[in-house]
């Protein structure tokens, strides 16, 4: 498979649990990204990874939420805690090189907080 | 905050009619990107054009750039019920940064 895999699909957890999402880029792909989407907007980012290393956080990636991308291969994000405000989409993306070829995006894991 | 705005929100055609899609940003671009999303699953990139470029073509697709007016145009022709999702445009942003800052969408209904 030559596409980006994100797992699980769907996760369902009660409020204060804490979930992990993985995502499995395109090997030859350097970049990683986490991008989150809400009903009805665009997708809203997260952070980024050159390799191992984190090199971009948003705001919106609070103390609750951590992504780690070990060996610079696969990458997870954890939220812990989680609150109901967190259901959404979560889209992992990968890109070679710069801002330039464009991302190739999973399918996403969809959490929904309960 | 979201860069992209995507005109109309919604758009309803029939199979063969060309759908037009409007984007306007904020602030300067280095590049804008035009993606699709199917219901529930992931984006699929179409097209990226950069700030010096004014138009480019992708199969059925057309993309235009006005940086003056800070917009740009998706045109899809001889559309086909496939076409059938939501396009977002996104712009990456100067300064250094990696991300990429999309709209909040366009649903394209192409009826058969």
């Known amino acids: 498979d030559t596409g980006v895999s994100q797992n699980p699909r769907h996760k369902i957890t009660k409020r204060g649990q804490n979930v992990t999402f993985r995502c499995d880029p395109i090997?030859?792909?350097?970049?990683l990204y986490w991008y989150r989407q809400t009903l009805g907007q665009g997708p809203e980012f997260l952070t980024y990874f050159q390799n191992e290393a984190q090199l971009e956080k948003s705001r919106l990636l609070s103390d609750r939420f951590s992504a780690e991308r070990p060996k610079g291969s696969f990458s997870t994000l954890e939220i812990q805690r989680t609150e109901q405000g967190d259901s959404a989409m979560y889209l992992c993306?990968?890109?070679?090189?710069?801002?330039?070829?464009?991302?190739?995006f999973g399918s996403g894991t969809r959490l929904t907080v309960v | 905050s979201q860069q992209g705005e995507e005109d109309p929100q919604a758009l309803s055609i029939q199979e063969g009619e060309n759908a037009t899609m409007n984007c306007s940003y904020k602030t300067s671009i280095n590049n804008l990107q035009w993606y699709r999303q199917n219901s529930g699953r992931g984006l699929v990139h179409l097209i990226l054009i950069r700030s010096n470029e004014r138009e480019k073509h992708s199969g059925r697709l057309r993309v235009t750039l006005d940086t003056s007016k800070k917009s740009s145009s998706l045109l899809i022709t001889a559309s086909r019920a496939a076409d059938t999702a939501s396009y977002f445009c996104a712009t990456d942003v100067q300064g250094g940064s990696e991300k990429l800052v999309f709209g909040k969408g366009m649903k394209l209904t192409v009826n058969p």
């Open positions: 993306a990968s890109s070679f090189g710069q801002l330039i070829y464009g991302y190739t």
């Open positions: 090997s030859e792909h350097n970049r």
